[in-house]
């Protein structure tokens, strides 16, 4: 029999050594203090779970079982399932004792107490495929199947709530989870003389899983009919284009827009990025590195959610300086809101001024929606009925960002873009941004028209928006005492998610926009001091943004909420500025190095496909981490082994997306909404493509503004 105290502290140990990875603060004891070595002897002397499970239920018996399960329930009498899995139980050890197969399987199958719980070695996960291949018929009418179960040991929750002893069990698929968690709580009593909250089950039933799977409901049979409808028009295009079209611009429109041929000319091409000066080639490279930034953040938090045997190490890892570059991976981001205001307002007022300042509100929001929604359309039924039926595994649905049943509840908020607002169940949680962008997007043409027509005095009206949105967001979290770094209740929704508390890049981006149009053309001739004031001004205000809290994170402290609500309000207003330089100095020749990286030609491709690919990023990483099977070793790394991975079938998804759905419904939109485009001489209407800029569709989705006066924008 266990010591109760000391195996108590050692799993405490555990728990209290691996919290700190999920910022919460450890307890101020020592190994020595929490754990003796007679702690270890008994752990170890511990035969396997299974072997222990048979030994303890040996003589169960169904009334014995009963008892147990309905034991507020004195009248209770067995049912037919109790019958059943005692009888399956009883064919089992009956097998186990004579040596067959499946039986020996099934005990093979278990999870054990992990070995290294000192080091935050918390899970097993057994054998999941062994455990649900196990299929033994006893009569003509049934079989024994295999149930795989992830049983959880809720220990401290009171220190951590997040983190808990997790092993595999398997046992008949006719035992259900109320079964398993009734005789593993016994079992555990015994063993380790460990009393366990009643009200916490060991067991639950979303941790069960067997052989068998749901037939294929009717939204599923919907999507994959839809998706090879999709792909019969994109093959059947292409033959013809490939196979009968010999000059490609007599090509038919319809056959055109499906045409995965015609379509990969554009998503390939490459445009010289000396044509013309007007054209803001650095937003490529700014693009697709924010882009690169958040999928790479988003494989940390799935690896740091994933099985791993050594989470003490995410201590040490949350208090270096490179964690920094993820813990705040958000600001990708500002960056994706600044670009977007900025190129809105450079595509937006040039266009203006060639229809003198005529602005067809209702045609530019129309346009909008129908250049985002097919892709996000198609995403939502994507992840609630596709993903499921592309893999199994004991952690599958179990490290995804979302629940994406969700989906079935809240699918029309984000089709109409307020979900953000609307619902705390937000479906395929990263399309937050779609709807902050939107909002703001909406608010736009208002901003544009009283730029046009009132110019300094409007972008002024516009600077004191955004400091009034700043001063709110800061009166937010002092007054009501709202933390990001501490979660409060509603924290994400209330400053996170919300367009008003997000404006701020954005505005900045629409000022900068505004400067840039105002001295178009215009070259500023800097002297060497005031360039390199220039450059350490920007990194200054960068790197404060990413290592300004890093002594809280080196003590595992918490800032007061006043520090965090300078630290979050100011962030958000330095780091748009900061890029302000950058764009500013490859404009105008002073980027160097730093111009001819984020101006090459080669981003231009994957900052096509970036909305597509930011989109199902999560797909593909979700994928990866529900397939494991095995425990994992946390390390910058395997996390980088994974990311590159995770980002290379991210492209080749978002590309099978571009060519199926974003690019032909990209251009049946420009068929069923033709506009009118002003006459321009051709030296002016050179100079009008040429600034056509495609914004940046984020990593949180960056959807390009479309030119003000309604025409289509030729950014893809």
């Known amino acids: ?59 169960l018996t169904i009334f014995k079982l009963a008892q147990d399960l309905y034991r507020d329930q004195d009248t209770r009498l067995p049912s037919a399932d109790d019958l059943q899995c005692l009888a399956d139980l009883q ?74 002893l997790k092993t595999a069990i398997c046992l008949p698929a006719s035992c259900s989870a109320a079964h398993m968690d009734t005789m593993l709580r016994k079992l555990l009593q015994n063993l380790l003389n460990l009393e366990l909250n009643p009200e916490v089950p060991l067991v639950r039933d979303d941790t069960c899983k067997t052989a068998d799977r749901e037939p294929y409901d009717g939204l599923t049979i919907f999507t994959i009919v839809v998706l090879s409808i999709l792909a019969t028009l994109m093959a059947l295009a292409t033959l013809y284009d490939y196979l009968l079209c010999q000059d490609k611009k007599s090509l038919n429109v319809w056959i055109k827009a499906f045409s995965a041929r015609a379509n990969c000319r554009v998503l390939f091409r490459l445009v010289d990025t000396r044509s013309n000066p007007n054209v803001i080639d650095c937003i490529h490279g700014i693009r697709c590195l924010s882009f690169i930034w958040v999928v790479y953040g988003h494989v940390y938090l799935v690896y740091v959610f994933g099985p791993n045997m ?36 450079v595509i937006a007022l040039r266009a203006m001024e060639r229809t003198k300042g005529k602005l067809n509100v209702p045609l530019m929001y129309l346009h909008r929606y129908l250049r985002l929604t097919p892709v996000l359309a198609l995403a939502i039924i994507v992840y609630m009925k596709i993903l499921p039926l ?34 705390h169940e937000i479906c395929i949680g990263h399309s937050w941004y779609l709807a902050v962008d939107m909002q703001l997007y909406i608010i736009a043409p208002l901003l544009l028209i009283a730029l046009f027509k009132w110019k300094r005095k409007a972008a002024a009206a516009i600077f004191v928006i955004m400091l009034i949105l700043a001063a709110c967001l800061f009166s937010m979290m002092v007054i009501k005492n709202i933390s990001l770094i501490a979660p409060t209740h509603d924290a994400m929704k209330k400053i996170y998610f919300s367009a008003h508390t997000r404006a701020s890049p954005y505005l900045i981006g629409i000022l900068f926009g505004y400067f840039l149009h105002v001295h178009r053309g215009k070259s500023f001739k800097l002297n060497p001091l005031a360039i390199l004031l220039g450059w350490l001004i920007s990194l200054a205000l960068l790197f404060t943004c990413l290592f300004s809290v890093f002594g809280y994170a080196k003590t595992s402290d918490t800032p007061p909420i006043l520090e965090e609500a300078f630290y979050l309000t100011f962030t958000r207003i330095a780091w748009p500025l900061g890029l302000c330089w950058v764009v500013f100095a490859c404009v105008q020749g002073y980027g160097g190095l730093a111009n001819s990286f984020l101006s090459s030609p080669l981003w231009q491709p994957l900052s096509k496909l970036s909305y597509s690919a930011y989109i199902f990023h999560v797909f593909i990483e979700s994928l990866t981490g529900g397939l494991t099977r095995t425990n994992t070793w946390f390390s910058d790394y395997q996390v980088m082994l994974r990311f590159w991975g995770d980002f290379g079938f991210t492209l080749l998804l978002a590309f099978v997306v571009y060519i199926l759905v974003e690019a032909p419904f990209g251009n049946l939109e420009s068929l069923w909404l033709p506009t009118k485009k002003p006459h321009l001489p051709a030296a002016e209407q050179s100079k009008a493509k040429s600034v056509e800029c495609k914004p940046p569709v984020p990593p949180l989705r960056n959807k390009l503004p479309l030119p003000e006066d309604g025409s289509r924008s030729s950014l893809k």
């Not at 754990?35 to 170890?44: G, L, R």
């Not at 050594?310 to 201590?315: C, E, F, R």
């Not at 595994?393 to 953000?420: A, H, I, M």
């Open 1 to 59: 029999m266990v010591n109760i105290r000391l195996t108590t502290q050692l799993l405490l140990m555990s728990l209290a050594l691996a919290s700190a990875s999920f910022g919460l603060k450890p307890p101020k004891a020592s190994l020595l203090d929490l754990v003796s070595p007679q702690t270890f002897h008994t752990i170890s002397g511990l035969r396997r779970l299974p072997v222990e499970f048979l030994n303890h239920y040996q003589n």
């Open 91 to 164: 064919a089992l050890a009956k097998d186990v004792s004579t040596a067959k197969v499946w039986a020996l399987k099934m005990i093979d199958s278990w999870g054990t107490l992990p070995s290294g719980i000192l080091y935050g070695n918390l899970i097993d996960l057994g054998n999941f495929d062994e455990c649900l291949g196990i299929e033994h018929s006893v009569t003509t009418s049934h079989s024994v199947q295999g149930k795989y179960c992830l049983a959880r040991i809720a220990l401290a929750p009171s220190i951590s709530p997040f983190l808990s």
């Open 310 to 345: 050594n989470y003490v190490d995410l201590d040490k890892w949350r208090k270096s300086a490179y964690s920094m570059l993820l813990q705040h991976a958000a600001y990708s981001v500002d960056t994706f809101f600044f670009l977007s205001g900025l190129l809105m307002v």
């Open 390 to 423: 592309m893999g199994d595994g004991p952690l599958f649905g179990k490290v995804n960002f979302d629940e994406y049943s969700k989906c079935e509840r809240t699918w029309y908020w984000t089709l109409l873009y307020v979900q953000n607002y609307a619902t």
